[in-house]
T-cell receptor
Framework: EAQVTQNPRYLITVTGKKLTVTCSQN?????MSWYRQDPGLGLRQIYY???????DKGDVPEGYKVSRKEKRNFPLILESPSPNQTSLYFC?????????????????FGPGTRLTVL | SQQGEEDPQALSIQEGENATMNCSYK?????LQWYRQNSGRGLVHLIL?????REKHSGRLRVTLDTSKKSSSLLITASRAADTASYFC????????????FGKGTMLLVSP
């Protein structure tokens, strides 16, 4: 079954304790992305990746890191989490269609990770 | 920055009625997509309309796009209680590194 998986689904942690949220897709998609969703603010993009070893900042990258060592995985790293990073996080993937710089295709979303930083 | 803005923010209707949601955006786009999200769940793609298309149908969904007004609408006909969800429009811009930019969503409640 084609899917995007995220782990963990729920996480409660404390300020400053490094954490990683994993994301994996089995559709051989080039493009992957991380979003956070907050009430009243909708979905905002954190980082995205056009392909292996190619990552770029989205709209709200501060406090986050990503890596893309393999095509299927795109982990989100919070080196020193803070309470303002409490949010619902979504990973997504799609084919990279259009120009080499663009992803114009449908995105497939993971189930979400609800993170609480105390 | 938010590219798409949905209107209304919330919509409450009875089963069997039609639901219309609107989306406005600011810059030139490659395509516009509508997604649905059940409470606390991931987003599910509904329909994609390209900038050179004016209308598209998928089952009970009808999407229109007016690039001169930079707006789109999503119509759900003969709504069902199971259509209760939040609906988001998202745009893919035409310039530079194109990524998907979401609006804040319309929350639809369909009462039996």
């Amino acid at each position: 079954e084609a899917q995007v998986t995220q782990n963990p689904r729920y996480l409660i942690t404390v300020t400053g304790k490094k954490l990683t949220v994993t994301c994996s897709q089995n559709m051989n998609h080039e493009y992957m992305s991380w979003y956070r969703q907050d009430p009243g603010l909708g979905l905002r993009q954190i980082y995205y990746s056009m392909n292996v070893e190619v990552t770029d900042k989205g709209d709200v990258p501060e406090g986050y890191k990503v890596s893309r060592k393999e095509k299927r995985n795109f982990p989100l790293i919070l080196e020193s989490p803070s309470p303002n990073q409490t949010s619902l996080y979504f990973c997504a993937s799609s084919r990279r269609t259009g120009t080499p710089k663009s992803s114009t295709d449908t995105q497939y979303f993971g189930p979400g990770t609800r993170l609480t930083v105390l | 920055s938010q590219q798409g803005e949905e209107d209304p923010q919330a919509l409450s209707i009875q089963e069997g009625e039609n639901a219309t949601m609107n989306c406005s955006y600011k810059t030139s786009i490659n395509n516009l997509q509508w997604y649905r999200q059940n409470s606390g769940r991931g987003l599910v793609h509904l329909i994609l309309i390209r900038s050179n298309e004016r209308e598209k149908h998928s089952g009970r969904l009808r999407v229109t796009l007016d690039t001169s007004k930079k707006s789109s609408s999503l119509l759900i006909t003969a709504s069902r209680a199971a259509d209760t969800a939040s609906y988001f429009c998202a745009t893919v811009r035409n310039s530079g590194y194109s990524t998907l930019t979401f609006g804040k969503g319309t929350m639809l409640l369909v009462s039996p």
